[in-house]
């Protein structure tokens, strides 16, 4: 077979989308990160108009330079954009299609569609859908958009964002792109490589900062001129040129994590404004495409009439498929679950429907509720009915006129020998009346499915759901049928007769669909009963947990015969299980010089990114760190699960090797370019690494934290060397943040940094340290340091800087950052003095932190630790009663919480809290604190009671606690209650007076610093 | 037949040319002006390296917006862009493949290569081509590169530019771009015209100057930094966008006149540096493209023996047809007169030949050397050999062996008996020598025209000449080759007999082609004597003045059908006829509505831009002002002359109306949008029009011309009237500078500030005196005026500034507009002082004008009144004369010239001047000027000489009059004459001395402020 070119698959591209409807347009004149950038994607899929356009789209994506080195990541990429507006019901399948139309066939590959739910905030639009999958790798993105420019979409317009270079690479069977022909005999690297080296050596190093920043800010000027004078266009084009400018200027480390959100914001702002604008203008131009043969709404077919006459109504198997396209796999279980609570309790037993048994399954492509001996009508059930009172309904024991006419209106039929009291009357509701029970017959399944089965399905909830019909298909019903994924067919069967219904602009029947690498062929279903032979002769399994059975067996036997085990971690398996109908475990491999990088590297690249299983080998290896408990190493392999058979498997291994080898040499090119520096040498690049603009560079951050570390070790007891690794650590501890490998993968932020300091030979303390920053709790107290002097910068800044979370939005992860103060501290079991620490804080912040933001800072933290301790089961009262006291010390208001809840167990503590209680009430509005006098007693009880209490204050108490507190308290009860008994407080003589509100002052005044029990419920 | 549609065409192009083993490429993803600009052009085209590349480019230019009102005429258009390096010897004809694969069939239309000499300043790019014409609109760029970023091009590179907006509108012969299809039921105005709109809007409305300033300037940075660094691709980049902006800021009409070079200097200059680094870097990467197969030299064919063995060598007919490209129309005259002239003068006369008569004819595909007669040997000759002196050659007689040796040396054979000096001696160089006839023999033509025909074909010189071939096929004679257009055959026939020679890698032959609407057949004549008949059966005429004889009746009697008279002027006519074959007129019109147009603006589309011949009808209209000569009126009509027969006429005529109807109606665009205003509004923006960075904007150049002009009223000695007109034009001069129509068509200055002065009501004077600025020499006073005035400003500004013109570079036109000072005043007549005029000019400057730099101007404007005198015919040293003293009077200089003339030409001058010059050249070296004392005479000479002079003192004299002065001097030549033979002026007494000295002084003082008379050859 010839080799593919470039050339020849995007001609065939256009020829395939220009024959099936599509408007053929040209890239865009400035640079676009995606080809939904361009005009002819982003303006044109809002409004009520129809458009289908296909065209190429050079996409220049700045950070994914990699100077030419790496086989198929660069800064630019060749895309060919569909738009398919409305959906035309069967994208998915012209999709395939068009793979078809360029050579490949979909038996000798692997082609799936994962879960991706596309998002691009800097436009404020989403959708959902999948990136599709050509043996592991991404080959196209395929997109229901849900909302763009802010503006939801009506109708939905399905995206199809090919990766050409990807494909041809697939095609080739290449191990790069770069000696793939692009034509004419020239390969794609003659025409591009150089550029590559270039473009990235520009953007990476070249690009002036200053300049740049310049650039942005007159961009975003003109923006807003065009926006004043209408022009959307114009200002479309400003506003994409301010978005690859922003994009050099992260390539070039130049934006810092919060100025981020600043530049997002302008962006989101512009692109909603420039959407609204445009929207505004078609519907002045009355929507010039909106032609009458596309508004006409489709009308439903007429569904068939519901009772077959040749149906012998004895029960018979039911089956409901719902055929959809690709779901995601945590949607199949959830929607498993809901299937059948709902079909069970909503239908069957609403409907008094018997059976013999409910059985629900799920596939990527499939749910099936399948019931056995369903019998086809209802049971028939007894209503009662209550009528008039016996009064009213009997005079002299003889039924009245208002019993007939009772009796009438039910329809009800009785015999005049039962019309009497001792047959209709019964005890109701305290008095007597007429009561009959009335027989409803059951309903037939031919009528009651029809209506019911449309609620059944729209009643299913999703974490995201997705629109794909025109809201003019849905007779005013807009928004109305919304699914995880776009249903396809539906399939109900009761015995061989079809009950149709209507949904979704579908109609029931009895066909379903097969494998998609079979090219999801139709099927006849003859009968319920056939059902599952039939689905398991055409290859699919639809049972999640015989999927899972059949990837672990093949997963294990393929890692034996590498003398390796696999690790297979519950989820993973339970993932993968719900991306195939037919599992199909192989084996891949990778070069062994990949080992050499971070274990975390990649595990994260193989599991996360690729949804292989890793394998690796149990050894019995002594780390010379009692911190590292590493006992295992990988082996150069993983395991992937095909959708599929064994065709051409060869050609799916290759393709999944070749993916996993880009990928690792990716971050091989990362962790290697930064290996030329130590951590120490990135620190100061922190300085062109925005935190937020009043608060300064991430560098000032990292010295605030270094300083605040300092305040802190004292106030958290580290011994002497935990304060020198702690110190250590934060002097280093954003340094990762600027090394390539973060750069590109973030979520690695941290681990990198542990990882460099060990290949620095720092101590093994301080690289966990570093390691633990972003963990919810560090494990170590070096760890808990760093990170508390972090988390706590970053609240008193931020809150100063007047960027506190309001209502939802929390975009700085404040509330994670509270959270990531009081839970270690919990679990450490560490006593701290939150506001002591805060105010250290404070003082290093360069903008000013007053007192009154402090407070606010504080009661923002109690806020995140009353959650904590409420999400560990303790009650509210108990919790608010000891925060109202605690609340600047949260592992000692954890310890509290956790005494008082015991406390509060107790059988005895409804007579002790009010003995305490009735201290508190008396002295509670007191506003002086009188002095006890022991001379001034009179009463027998009240001396008793003083020397109660001075006994108890003689006891030794551990702050803070309860137990001690109560334990104190519970022996001075019985002279409380006689106290109360025999002495009246409120004397007259006011001395007297005094002197005894002096003494349940200080009874009262044992709680303070404990709690206040006055929060507790019964006080 | 079906509507084409954008996309199909562009499809088709894509095919066709990847067929033709182009590599398909993308649009470029930021603005360019044309797909010239894209990489894939601008670098591909640099160094050795073959590139064959198609692609589309919507190209980007502000200026052409229109609001898209016009049919035709778009800010953004789409080019199909393919580039063919090398040449592959066949370009023009896949060209026009391309254009039938798109549906164009050439029978029905009027294909036509219309010269264009490309060229791109600010790229520094140059070429040789054509516009493309079909049906009289441009559908194509087709050239043959040169240069590019100041590289000269080898191979050179043929780049063919398609416009595919004009050509669907020519496919489906429509009225206007927005109603035809771009593909899939949508029109282009559907994908477009609200775009155009908006566009429009922010180029011409709403881009900020200062914001699009400061990009550019930000562009530049980058650009520079990138080129420091060596990235070639990121730096073109920045240029790009460099030039987009200045676009948009000259689209505002920001840019001044002077500003403009400064940009161009800039961006010209970073483009160079770009093109240099890429040559260089593919240099050191050993230009990867360069592959074996396609550097191999092309070996030329072998040629046939020479001489046929067959021919009877009897004087035949000889034809020697050089086919070519299209060649520019003033190219075949110059070429047909070298040919004659070269071949009569170089081959025939020097060679001997004997014929009956030359001809030599020209059409735009072939240039025609025919000889009736030609006899093949050339005739025998005799060359006179100088052998030794006859002392050497003879001794006493006798031969000597030296004589012997000559004659063997020279192989002569001499019979004894003439061995004596009688016989062999004669007297040469003035010396007795031995003397021999030597006869040699005439060549054959088939030997001599393969080895000089090459050498006629190259020393054919042009204006502008092309490279084409790579020098690598031309075996070290790099740049050997230029032509006007490439040579494609070769034609030479004696009688029957081809004599093959080889040049520019072609073979001469005996094979022709066809007329280009007949796609150019090839057609075999057998013999000379055919040549004509054959040429005239395929439709082609060779005769450049048949063709005109056919075009002027055709014209006339067309033009008669509509009631009009044709206007034909002989220019027009001549470059017609050499623009086709076959001349065929044909009629075309327009809307009566467009005759509302300035005549100027119809006139100059239809005469200029389209080659059409106006037709006007003769009216006796009388009009209000004596200025307003117009006496005929234009009808709607024009004649248009194709190149071809009468097939398809109809859709050539609608084509043509098409392209002259968009070119009218984007004229009335303007001419609407000006005419809202009155010129005197427009004056204030002048404001924004930079005239040069030192000297201010427009409207301070306007406000220095009123001022100056107020100062040359009396100079140039104005009426009162003529200085009110010249006041009130002086005012408005430049306002029209800022009209839309001026700024579109920048050839119409003056000439719209005319019509738009007349339209406000203006004096018919000041509105003549406006449109006359630019004219070489103004016919009105008023006009003279402001022109001067204007000419004088720039001059010493200019000056002032440092632009002087240098070597062969004059950009600001200084040359012109010191012509433009001396000219008319001249032809007027006017005494004028410009030194003083110069002075006031000067000190209106807002830079210091020294006088250094006044005398500077002075001197240049001198040099140019100089060349003008000489122009006129009159002799360098009788200017010289002139000059040297009366160079600040122009009118009275060339007066003087004039009379000096006369004299010179004199019969007794040779008696006049010397008498003269005795007295003039004995007194120049004194340093005194003596006093003369009639008293101190001694000799009768010199008191008749003193009393000659002194006579001649009372004659009354107009300053500066030549004559005059001779009529004074001619009297006392007879005294001069008898003073220097009688007296002896260096008398020993000093004070004879003197004062015979100071007699001398009197008379050759008599020249004074007339001329310096030493200056005469002569004297």
């Known amino acids: 077979m010839p080799k593919s070119s470039l050339q020849t698959i995007i001609l065939q591209l256009q020829e395939f989308w220009a024959a099936h409807g599509c408007l053929i347009g040209q890239p865009y004149y400035t640079q676009v990160g995606a080809g939904t950038m361009n005009p002819a994607t982003f303006l044109r899929v809002l409004g009520p108009e129809p458009w289908n356009v296909g065209y190429v789209e050079p996409s220049i994506r700045p950070d994914d330079g990699r100077y030419g080195e790496n086989p198929n990541r660069f800064q630019q990429h060749t895309q060919f954009q569909v738009i398919l507006k409305p959906d035309p019901g069967n994208p998915v399948e012209l999709y395939l299609q068009s793979l078809e139309a360029v050579g490949i066939n979909p038996r000798q590959h692997d082609i799936r569609l994962v879960e991706d739910n596309w998002e691009q905030p800097a436009i404020s639009a989403w959708g959902l859908g999948w990136e599709i999958w050509l043996d592991g790798q991404e080959i196209t993105q395929f997109t229901y958009f849900q909302q763009v420019g802010g503006q939801s979409l009506d109708p939905v317009a399905v995206e199809i964002t090919y990766g050409l270079e990807r494909i041809l690479i697939a095609l080739n069977n290449a191990a790069s792109i770069w000696d793939e022909p692009w034509g004419a005999d020239v390969t794609y690297g003659e025409v591009r490589r150089h550029d590559e080296f270039e473009q990235s050596k520009y953007y990476f190093e070249t690009a002036n900062v200053t300049r740049l920043r310049q650039m942005y800010d ?57 959407a609204e604008t445009w929207l505004e203008q078609r519907k002045e131009q009355e929507y010039p495409l909106l032609k009458e043969s596309q508004t006409s709404k489709v009308k439903g077919q007429a569904v068939a009439a519901n009772r077959p006459s040749t149906f012998d109504f004895q029960p018979a198997d039911f089956v409901l498929e719902l055929g959809v396209e690709e779901l995601p796999a945590k949607d199949i279980d959830t929607a498993i679950e809901q299937l059948k609570l709902f079909f069970e309790q909503n239908i069957l037993k609403v409907y008094h429907l018997k059976y013999k048994d409910v059985k629900v399954f799920g596939t990527p492509r499939r749910l099936v509720v399948y019931v056995n001996d369903l019998d086809p009508i209802g049971e028939t059930t007894f209503v009662e009915k209550k009528g008039p009172p016996e009064s009213a309904a009997f005079k002299d024991g ?11 209106s039910q329809g009800l039929v009785i015999p005049d020998k039962f019309l009497t009291p001792e047959d209709l009357v019964q005890e109701r509701d305290g008095g007597r009346y007429v009561v009959r029970q009335k027989e409803v017959p059951g309903s037939s399944v031919f009528e009651l499915f029809p209506k019911i089965l449309p609620f059944l399905i729209r009643d299913i909830k999703f974490d995201k759901s997705m629109r794909w019909l025109p809201s003019s298909r849905l007779a005013g019903n807009a928004n109305g049928v919304t699914f995880s994924r776009p249903l396809r067919w539906l399939v109900t069967l009761l015995g061989a007769s079809v009950i149709p219904f209507e949904y979704a602009g579908l109609t029931a029947g009895r066909t379903t669909r097969g494998l998609r690498p079979y090219n999801s062929p139709e ?37 034996a015969a590498v003398n390796g085990e696999a690790i297979l971690p519950p989820e993973l398996l339970a993932e993968v299980a719900n991306l195939v109908e037919k599992p199909m475990p192989l084996l891949g491999g990778f070069e062994k010089e990949f080992l050499a990088l971070p274990e975390d590297v990649l595990i994260s690249v193989m599991m996360k990114h690729q949804r292989y299983f890793p394998i690796e080998r149990q050894t019995l290896k002594v780390t010379d760190s009692t911190l590292d408990v590493q006992r295992s190493t990988l082996l150069p392999y993983f395991v992937v699960v095909r959708n599929g058979d064994s065709e051409g498997l060869d050609l799916v291994r290759q393709g999944n090797e070749h993916v996993v080898r880009a990928r690792f040499a990716d971050a091989n090119f990362f962790v290697r370019e930064d290996l030329k520096y130590k951590l120490e040498d990135f620190r100061p690049r922190l300085g062109t690494l925005m935190f937020q603009k009043k608060l300064g560079s991430m560098l000032d951050k990292n010295e605030r934290i270094e300083k605040l570390t300092e305040a802190l070790v004292p106030m958290l007891g580290l011994e002497a060397d935990e304060a020198v690794f702690a110190r250590r650590a934060a002097h280093l501890l954003k340094a990762d943040l600027v090394s390539k490998m973060v750069v590109e993968m973030t979520s690695l932020q941290g681990v990198m940094g542990r990882e460099y300091a060990r290949r620095d030979g720092e101590a093994p303390a301080v690289a966990e340290a570093i390691g633990e920053q972003y963990q919810p709790v560090p494990q170590t107290r070096p760890g808990l340091a760093v990170a508390l002097a972090d988390r706590l910068d970053s609240l008193a800044g931020l809150f100063a800087a007047g960027l506190a979370p309001s209502g939802t939005k929390d975009p700085f992860g404040l509330r994670r950052a509270a959270i990531g103060v009081v839970q270690p501290l919990i679990e450490h079991g560490i006593n701290s003095d939150l506001r002591r620490a805060l105010k250290s804080a404070a003082a290093l912040e360069p903008v000013p932190v007053t007192d009154q933001v402090q407070a606010q800072v504080l009661e923002f933290i109690t806020g995140r630790l009353r959650v904590v301790l409420m999400d560990m089961g303790f009650k509210h009262d108990v919790v608010d009663a000891i925060l109202a006291v605690q609340s600047d010390n949260p592992a000692g208001a954890a310890r509290a919480v956790r005494q008082l809840t015991v406390w509060v167990a107790r059988p005895d503590w409804n007579t002790l809290l009010p003995g305490y209680a009735r201290c508190v009430r008396i002295t509670r509005d007191q506003k002086e604190k009188f002095a006890v006098k022991s001379e001034a007693f009179i009463e ?25 507190f109560l334990n104190a308290f519970v022996p001075m009860l019985p002279a409380v209650n006689e106290f109360f008994d025999k002495v009246l407080v409120m004397a007259e003589a006011r001395s007297v007076q005094e002197n005894r509100l002096g003494l349940l002052q200080r009874i009262a005044s044992l709680a303070d610093g404990i709690a206040d029990l006055s929060k507790l419920e019964g006080f």
């Open 398 to 408: 003889k039924p009245t006129q208002a019993l007939f006419g009772w009796i009438k």
């Open 523 to 559: 099927i006849e279903i003859p009968a319920a009963d056939k059902y599952f032979e039939i689905i398991k002769k055409n290859g699919i399994v639809l049972d999640v947990e015989e999927r899972k059975a059949l990837i672990e067996v093949g997963v294990r036997e393929l890692a």
């Open 940 to 964: 027998a009880a009240e001396k008793r009671l003083f020397a109660a209490v001075e006994k108890a204050k003689k006891r030794e108490r551990v702050p803070g606690s309860v137990d001690d």
């Open 218 to 274: 007159l961009y975003k000027a003109e923006a807003e001129a065009c926006l004043a004078q209408g022009l959307v266009v114009p200002a479309h084009d400003y506003v994409l040129k301010c978005s690859h400018t922003f994009n050099v200027l992260d390539t070039r480390g130049a934006i810092g994590v919060t100025e981020r959100q600043a530049f997002f914001g302008q962006m989101r702002d512009l692109a909603r404004r420039v």
